[in-house]
């Protein structure tokens, strides 16, 4: 019998006795008829366990809670401004950006094909597989950022005559922090593929920052001073624990789910899909970050605090984007190895109508109340008004395509999506350079969407003609009632 969440459970039961206090009060028979209609619905939300009804569940579990790290995160990183300061807290965001750039790749590609190796292995029942994947995919993540966080350490210690002294221990400590953060990944990319959307995100985007808000706030309180430096430890203590954490509540959950047996590795395999997909994952964010690391080189730390918290105020439009292509990328595997083409395609469908509808109604409500959250964090930040209206046309054109990429790596076809964002990568760094030191943050702004719309045109003549899918008329003629669907 299907699982169902208390709070969702408890509302149904809420419903039904509002149904039956309207048979009391003798409602009219549309009236009636429209209750019994929207009753069906919740109950089929409820416990529908079809790809899609599971599908729209974890994706809406997933922007619940992004958005709740997001509202969090506002505020949170409104007081680290005020306590830091614009120029530390603009190392602190430096250096953390750093951390998201590395750790986009730490993982080697492990994290997404997670969601392609399980499903995989389960829909073939190749246990064995399934075994040693979930073991071996773990250790490998964890090693290949133990190495890549040494090598960091080596060339911070080689560059640090020409890196800013107040930067140089930052760093050393985002080196620390990385080999957790790379198995975080791991184990995010595993929950996700038995539908643990709490397990795979909670730890990362909750916790974490509770963690991180409350060792800073107690060294702030306690009279030192809240430099990037303490905002850096903090951040080490939280990846740490948890990591962890979940690592133990993982391990606990898949005895459940995977029974005792030997394991096989065919880490040559592994390594063949994966090795592509982290070329992806690592495109993916250089792209997304290189706009801060070209500031930071080029421009003053208070100008890159402006934007960096620009960047945060959108960032609950690229949630949508995120919960969708988490919830969507195991079950195209799953279609895929049943060999269901028309479900696939029905299901990219569904998927790009679930991203672009509430990433339309979701960037309006951010450029409408845009200026009044800048100012949150100081009045110098509503500088940084003018950028939403800018990444915003980038953020929208690659929600008319969906997880475009996620379905090309799920399908086989991660080689030539690592290609497209190589080139969207280097047409960003390139609009970078050339734009920045004419237009400050407005270049990089600018630089910035004009990748993305370029990525978004390129994944959709790929999908269109590589895989035969045209979603996107389908999508966007589908009518405004899918952006409640998540």
């Not at 094909?113 to 190749?126: D, E, L, V, W």
């Not at 592994?270 to 690592?282: A, C, E, H, K, Q």
């Not at 080189?297 to 949630?319: D, H, M, N, W």
């Not at 029905?346 to 979701?362: E, G």
Request: aromatic share 12%; hydrophobic share 55%; charged share 15%.
């Amino acid at each position: 019998m299907a699982r169902v969440d208390p709070a969702l459970a408890v509302e149904a039961r809420e419903f039904a006795l509002m149904m039956k206090a309207t048979y009391r009060k003798d409602l009219t028979p549309s009236s009636l008829a429209f209750l019994r209609q929207k009753m069906s619905a919740l109950k089929a939300a409820l416990y529908d366990r079809s790809d899609r009804s599971r599908a729209q569940r974890s994706a809406g579990t997933a922007f619940l809670i992004r958005a709740a790290s997001g509202a969090m995160a506002l505020p949170f990183q409104v007081l680290l401004a005020r306590w830091m300061g614009a120029h530390e807290f603009g190392i602190y965001a430096y250096v953390w950006t750093w951390v998201l750039l590395i750790g986009s790749f730490i993982d080697f590609g492990f994290e997404t094909s997670a969601q392609r190796f399980i499903p995989a292995y389960m829909g073939t029942k190749n246990f064995n597989l399934l075994r040693g994947f979930i073991r071996g995919s773990r250790w490998l993540a964890l090693g290949f950022a133990t190495m890549i966080a040494a090598v960091a350490a080596i060339a911070i210690r080689a560059l640090e005559p020409w890196i800013g002294e107040t930067i140089v221990l930052p760093l050393y400590l985002a080196c620390l922090l990385l080999p957790l953060y790379g198995l975080a990944l791991v184990q995010g990319g595993i929950a996700r593929s038995y539908d643990w959307t709490n397990l795979a995100l909670m730890p990362s985007y909750i916790i974490r920052q509770i963690v991180i808000l409350a060792l800073v706030a107690a060294a702030y309180f306690a009279g030192f001073s809240a430099d990037a430096v303490i905002a850096m430890a903090a951040s080490l203590i939280a990846v740490w624990a948890t990591a962890i954490v979940q690592y133990l509540i993982l391990r606990r959950k898949l005895a459940t789910k995977i029974k005792q047996g030997p394991a096989a590795y065919d880490f040559k395999e592994w390594l063949r899909i994966s090795l592509p997909i982290f070329m992806v994952g690592s495109f993916f964010f250089l792209l997304t970050y290189v706009d801060v690391l070209v500031l930071q080189a080029l421009r003053s730390p208070q100008e890159v605090a402006i934007y960096f918290a620009a960047t945060k105020v959108l960032a609950l439009v690229g949630f949508i984007y995120y919960s969708v292509a988490v919830a969507a990328a195991h079950n195209f595997t799953k279609l895929h190895v049943a060999g269901d083409r028309r479900q696939l395609a029905a299901f990219y469908t569904d998927s790009v109508r679930w991203t672009f509808w509430p990433s339309l109604l979701m960037t309006a409500l951010v450029l409408l109340l845009g200026k009044s959250i800048l100012y949150l964090f100081g009045a110098v930040f509503t500088e940084g008004y003018s950028l939403l209206f800018i990444l915003s046309v980038g953020l929208l054109a690659r929600a008319a395509v969906g997880p475009a990429d996620r379905l090309l790596n799920m399908l086989g076809e991660q080689k030539v999506c690592a290609l497209v964002y190589v080139c969207v990568f280097a047409l960003n760094f390139i609009g970078c350079l050339m734009l920045i030191p004419h237009f400050g943050i407005s270049g990089a702004a600018i630089s910035t969407s004009i990748a993305l719309v370029a990525e978004s045109i390129t994944l959709f003549l790929i999908v269109s003609r590589r895989l035969g899918m045209h979603p996107l008329a389908r999508s966007l003629g589908a009518g405004r009632s899918e952006a409640t669907a998540l």
